[in-house]
């Protein structure tokens, strides 16, 4: 556990916070016992105070964290009493809210006073409860905090349930006035589950909740070990919020990774499950082994899979590993090779990559809203627009289907490849998305993930665009001996779709405006050709790839 003595000052901060929110629920149980206006202004002059508070907190924080390593226990705990800190004053600002919303109504009692006053009083017993676990056990203090929330939330349902019942004796004001000082006390009941949050995350980490923690414990219970002898740490930030974090022995400090847990929505984690079993029939080895599952009846689900070692592609192509990058191209190949050739099956496939493409442009929009205009103009000179030509070439993409399917991993990024170099073996991750679909599709994401990877030396992106070739070529080589003859016209599809939804991940405006202009070019070579050109069309590859 990080230093308490480095934390002092901190957690100082914190407990006087603590105080603080404690008279505030304090002021808001008065305020209901004897419904006094009074009430409202002594509470509005201490806001000035927390404010004061939480800035010192943060100001504390800061200087903790400076020359400190990103992933340490000491950051992790520090970010969680900054977390802390902040959901007490969110605390803070819900008591006033539920006097001032009260007071909507002037002379106006609650109904349900006595009620009101208890949950708060029980509030105020947790935030006392948080005071005496804050250094010594926050984790226990959390979880105990944890199983006083269900209880308030469902003082709180019976509360509401107890107002309405009276609603036909008050007036619309009256009404609105209660109905209003209710939801701040909801929120207040929030703000503590933030809390609870904190203390687990002060202790576990930052992938660590209140709502996952007892996948935690079945993760442990798997690996045959206390939770208290693991150090749980995050592997990756994802756009979805999900979890992805490695589970290791505290006594190996870390370094060997046990296994790596990840949590979703349960439809996720459902597919992720599948698309492992259809690659593990192809292939033992090449996915991950599923250790695990955690089914929860709430929003989040959980899996424990096997720690593959070995370094993703995108490890290689950033580093100074030129012969294992090269190795693990030509693995990568033989693999691929081999499983499109056993799951191939003689159905048709139309990927509709533009179909695909029309529904991102949205999103891509709302971040670079200049690239993805309505109307196009050069020099006064109008020009189709981006919407327009992804309209024209869905018209002609029908003609163009792949005569097979094979399994694709479905989001065949850089960092979803991890390749052994002891083994000299590829594995595949993140699995969620495997179906029977057209290879040109993994093709295409993998080459634009190549693409869009932010490096600006120049030997790195020389390497990164070298690879990006050959993925085309072995490409080439497949679909040839396939006899595909619509290969080149569908990957130019492929990379005009990736090319574009991927600017909606890039803020960079050069980057991702080179990748516009590529989806583009991409775009009006494909509406331009005749069918007798169409026949013969090649990817203007080194139009593409080159920096």
Same mark, same amino acid.
């Given at each position: 556990?990080?230093?308490?003595?480095?934390?002092?000052?901190?957690?100082?901060?914190?407990?006087?916070?603590?105080?603080?929110?404690?008279? %505030?629920?304090?002021?808001?149980?008065?305020?209901?016992?004897?419904?006094?206006?009074?009430?409202?202004?002594?509470?509005?002059?201490?806001?000035?105070?927390?404010?004061?508070?939480?800035?010192?907190?943060?100001?504390?924080?800061?200087?903790?964290?400076?020359?400190?390593?990103?992933?340490?226990?000491?950051?992790?705990?520090?970010?969680?009493?900054?977390?802390?800190?902040?959901?007490?004053?969110?605390?803070?600002? +819900?008591?006033?809210?539920?006097?001032?919303?009260?007071?909507?109504?002037?002379?106006?009692?609650?109904?349900?006073?006595?009620?009101?006053?208890?949950?708060? #009083?029980?509030?105020?017993?947790?935030?006392?409860?948080?005071?005496?676990?804050?250094?010594?056990?926050?984790?226990?203090?959390?979880?105990?905090?944890?199983?006083?929330?269900?209880?308030?939330?469902?003082?709180?349902?019976?509360?509401?349930?107890?107002?309405?019942?009276?609603?036909?004796?008050?007036?619309?004001?009256?009404?609105?006035? +209660?109905?209003?000082?209710?939801?701040?006390?909801?929120?207040?009941?929030?703000?503590?589950?933030?809390?609870?949050?904190?203390?687990?995350?002060?202790?576990?980490?930052?992938?660590?909740?209140?709502?996952?923690?007892?996948?935690?414990?079945?993760?442990?219970?798997?690996?045959?070990?206390?939770?208290?002898?693991?150090?749980?740490?995050?592997?990756?930030?994802?756009?979805?919020?999900?979890?992805?974090?490695?589970?290791?022995?505290?006594?190996?400090?870390?370094?060997?990774?046990?296994?790596?847990?990840?949590?979703?929505?349960?439809?996720?984690?459902?597919?992720?499950?599948?698309?492992?079993?259809?690659?593990?029939?192809?292939?033992?080895?090449?996915?991950?082994?599923?250790?695990?599952?955690?089914?929860?009846?709430?929003?989040?689900?959980?899996?424990?899979?096997? %720690?593959?070692?070995?370094?993703?592609?995108?490890?290689?192509?950033?580093?100074?590993?030129?012969?294992?990058?090269?190795?693990?191209? #030509?693995?990568?190949?033989?693999?691929?090779?081999?499983?499109?050739?056993?799951?191939?099956?003689?159905?048709?496939?139309?990927?509709?990559?533009?179909?695909?493409?029309?529904?991102?442009?949205?999103?891509?929009?709302?971040?670079?809203?200049?690239?993805?205009?309505?109307?196009? %103009?050069?020099?006064?000179?109008?020009?189709?627009?981006?919407?327009?030509?992804?309209?024209?070439?869905?018209?002609?993409?029908?003609?163009?289907?792949?005569?097979?399917?094979?399994?694709?991993?479905?989001?065949?990024?850089?960092?979803?490849?991890?390749?052994?170099?002891?083994?000299?073996?590829? %594995?595949?991750?993140?699995?969620?998305?495997?179906?029977?679909?057209?290879?040109?599709?993994?093709?295409?994401?993998?080459?634009?993930?190549?693409?869009?990877?932010?490096?600006?030396?120049? +030997?790195?992106?020389?390497?990164?665009?070298?690879?990006?070739?050959?993925?085309?070529?072995?490409?080439?080589?497949?679909?040839?001996?396939?006899?595909?003859?619509?290969?080149?016209?569908?990957?130019?599809?492929?990379? +005009?779709?990736?090319?574009?939804?991927?600017?909606?991940?890039?803020?960079?405006?050069?980057?991702?405006?080179?990748?516009?202009?590529?989806?583009?070019?991409?775009?009006?070579?494909?509406?331009?050709?005749?069918?007798?050109?169409?026949? #013969?069309?090649?990817?203007?590859? #080194?139009?593409?790839?080159?920096?």
């Amino acid at each position: 556990m990080p230093s308490l003595t480095n934390l002092s000052s901190l957690h100082e901060h914190v407990y006087f916070l603590l105080n603080e929110v404690e008279t %505030h629920c304090q002021l808001v149980v008065q305020f209901y016992s004897a419904c006094s206006p009074d009430i409202l202004p002594r509470i509005r002059g201490r806001r000035g105070y927390v404010q004061t508070l939480r800035e010192k907190v943060d100001t504390e924080a800061l200087g903790l964290l400076q020359r400190r390593k990103a992933k340490s226990r000491f950051v992790s705990r520090v970010n969680a009493l900054r977390v802390l800190a902040n959901a007490l004053e969110g605390m803070a600002a +819900a008591c006033l809210e539920c006097v001032e919303e009260a007071t909507l109504a002037e002379g106006y009692q609650h109904p349900s006073a006595d009620q009101n006053s208890k949950l708060m #009083k029980k509030l105020k017993r947790a935030l006392n409860l948080v005071k005496v676990g804050l250094t010594d056990e926050p984790r226990r203090t959390g979880i105990k905090l944890g199983k006083r929330l269900s209880k308030m939330l469902a003082n709180y349902e019976q509360l509401q349930v107890d107002t309405l019942a009276v609603k036909l004796t008050l007036t619309d004001a009256e009404l609105k006035a +209660a109905l209003l000082s209710n939801a701040c006390i909801k929120r207040l009941i929030e703000q503590l589950n933030q809390v609870a949050d904190a203390l687990i995350k002060s202790d576990l980490g930052q992938v660590a909740s209140l709502q996952n923690y007892s996948h935690l414990l079945n993760s442990a219970a798997s690996l045959n070990y206390d939770l208290d002898d693991l150090k749980v740490r995050r592997l990756a930030l994802t756009r979805s919020g999900s979890a992805i974090a490695a589970i290791s022995h505290k006594k190996a400090d870390g370094q060997q990774v046990l296994a790596v847990y990840k949590e979703g929505e349960p439809h996720k984690i459902e597919e992720e499950i599948e698309g492992v079993k259809h690659w593990q029939q192809i292939n033992p080895k090449l996915a991950p082994n599923v250790l695990s599952q955690a089914v929860s009846k709430g929003e989040q689900s959980s899996l424990l899979i096997e %720690h593959i070692p070995g370094k993703t592609l995108e490890t290689l192509l950033l580093g100074n590993h030129q012969d294992t990058l090269f190795e693990a191209l #030509k693995r990568l190949f033989k693999t691929l090779n081999g499983t499109w050739k056993t799951t191939l099956t003689t159905e048709v496939c139309n990927p509709q990559f533009m179909q695909q493409l029309a529904k991102r442009i949205p999103d891509c929009r709302k971040v670079h809203s200049e690239f993805f205009k309505h109307q196009t %103009h050069i020099c006064q000179h109008s020009v189709a627009s981006f919407d327009e030509l992804v309209a024209k070439v869905a018209e002609r993409e029908a003609q163009w289907c792949a005569p097979f399917c094979v399994l694709t991993h479905g989001d065949f990024n850089v960092d979803n490849l991890i390749y052994d170099e002891v083994e000299k073996r590829i %594995h595949f991750i993140d699995l969620h998305r495997a179906a029977y679909f057209d290879y040109v599709q993994d093709l295409s994401v993998l080459m634009v993930s190549i693409y869009r990877l932010p490096v600006v030396d120049g +030997a790195t992106r020389q390497r990164m665009m070298s690879a990006a070739k050959d993925i085309y070529h072995f490409g080439r080589r497949f679909a040839k001996r396939q006899q595909d003859t619509h290969f080149e016209l569908r990957l130019a599809a492929g990379l +005009a779709r990736s090319f574009a939804t991927s600017t909606r991940f890039v803020f960079d405006k050069k980057l991702a405006s080179r990748m516009h202009l590529r989806s583009r070019y991409l775009l009006e070579k494909l509406v331009s050709l005749s069918p007798q050109q169409a026949e #013969k069309f090649t990817l203007p590859l #080194k139009d593409l790839y080159f920096e």
